[in-house]
């Protein structure tokens, strides 16, 4: 159904806007509580709770001159994936596929795997 389509992308963007705000409450309406990333930082694999993103926007703070495309893959059900670019947050560029899951009427990112 095409509405499901624009609501993953609303769910997406209010982690990409938390990104670029520095709004870390914003960015956790996003995904589910107990929600995993996994890739490489620096060289350095990056694996686990999601709460990692969190205490990195925290940290960073806002950026502003942040760009960023958002395209929803594929949409079956009460299952999704959604790939999200982002260049120039903090200086890096981000590539990131995101799993959602429609829980109770609401879709929320369960997973964030993603690659520098």
Request: with cysteine; glycine share 8%.
């Amino acid at each position: 159904m095409i509405e499901n389509y624009q609501d993953i992308k609303d769910v997406v963007m209010q982690y990409v806007n938390g990104c670029m705000t520095g709004d870390v409450e914003l960015t956790r309406k996003a995904f589910h509580k107990d929600a995993v990333m996994y890739g490489y930082l620096n060289g350095n694999l990056c694996a686990g709770s999601i709460n990692a993103l969190y205490d990195a926007i925290e940290q960073l703070g806002a950026a502003a001159e942040t760009k960023a495309e958002v395209d929803v893959m594929q949409v079956i059900g009460t299952a999704a994936t959604v790939r999200v670019i982002l260049e120039n947050w903090h200086g890096m560029g981000f590539t990131d596929f995101h799993s959602l899951v429609k829980i109770d009427g609401k879709w929320q990112i369960v997973s964030k795997i993603f690659h520098q």
